[in-house]
C-alpha cells in the first residue's frame, strides 16, 4: 500500500458480478486494478513465471501460438490440491508486485481512492495488501443460475465449482461493506448509489 491512498479490495465469489460492480465505481472516476488481469500479465511468454508453469505443467498448457491456455490449466488444478498449491506459490508472488507496482502509479497521479479487484483476495490471504474489503454477494440459487448461464455448463458442473470455493457466507464476515447482487441492475445500482454516498462521496474529485 502507498501512504495517501486507500485501496478497496472488491471481491466475492463466482458469478457475483464483481465486475460489473467494480465497472460502477470505474464510472465514478475511481481506478480499478483487476488482479486476474494481473495474473495474465505475469504469465505472458517470456516472463519468468511462464517458463516455471510450462516446467512444472508440460506444453500441453499452450495454446498453439504459444500462450498459456487459461481454461486448461484450470481444468489440470480444479481437482489437484497440491498442482493447485504449486500454481499459486508461483503466482502469487507476482500478482503482489504488479499489484504494488499499479498501486503506486495510481497515487503518483493524486488518486485518494482505488479499487483494486481480487476474487481470491480472502484465500490468498491478501487482505493485508488493502486498507479496506468490500464483498460482492448473491444469494445462492442466484449465483448457481447466473453460473449455469454465464459459463454454459449444466448443474452439477456449477455445483462442484461453486462447492471448491469458500462460501459467501464466509467471505461475507471479512466485508466491512457487503454488497447485495441478487436484484435487477436497478437494484443493485441504487445499493451502490448508497454506498458511493457513505463510503467515498466526492472524496476522488
Known amino acids: 500500500m502507498s501512504p495517501g491512498i486507500r485501496v478497496i479490495g472488491l471481491t466475492g ?16 472516476g475511481i481506478p480499478v486494478i483487476d488482479a486476474d488481469q494481473l495474473a495474465r500479465d505475469a504469465v505472458l511468454p517470456g516472463c519468468h513465471e511462464f ?3 510450462v516446467t512444472l505443467f508440460g506444453r500441453e498448457v499452450l495454446t498453439r501460438d504459444g500462450i498459456l491456455d487459461r481454461k ?14 504449486q500454481l499459486e506459490s508461483i503466482l502469487h508472488p507476482a500478482i503482489r508486485k504488479l499489484a504494488e507496482e499499479r498501486i503506486a502509479e495510481a497515487a503518483a497521479t493524486g488518486c485518494q481512492r482505488i479499487i483494486y479487484m481480487a476474487p481470491l483476495l480472502i484465500e ?17 440459487e442466484i449465483q448457481l443460475e447466473r453460473l449455469m448461464l454465464r459459463d454454459g455448463i449444466d448443474r452439477e458442473q456449477a455445483e462442484r465449482i ?44
Open 13 to 28: 465469489g463466482v458469478a457475483t458480478g464483481k465486475t460489473s460492480i467494480a465497472l460502477f465505481f470505474k464510472e465514478q
Open 51 to 53: 517458463g516455471q508453469i
Open 72 to 85: 486448461r490449466l484450470g481444468a489440470l488444478i480444479f481437482s489437484d490440491p497440491e498442482k493447485r498449491r
Open 124 to 140: 490468498a490471504g491478501a487482505t493485508a495488501r488493502v486498507d479496506t474489503v468490500w464483498v460482492v454477494t448473491v444469494r445462492p
Open 162 to 205: 461453486i462447492a471448491s470455493q469458500m462460501p459467501l457466507s464466509e467471505k461475507e464476515l471479512y466485508g466491512s461493506v457487503v454488497i447485495d447482487n441478487s436484484g435487477t441492475e436497478a437494484e443493485t445500482r441504487m445499493i451502490l448509489e448508497s454506498v458511493w454516498a457513505k463510503e467515498i462521496g466526492s472524496c476522488n474529485e
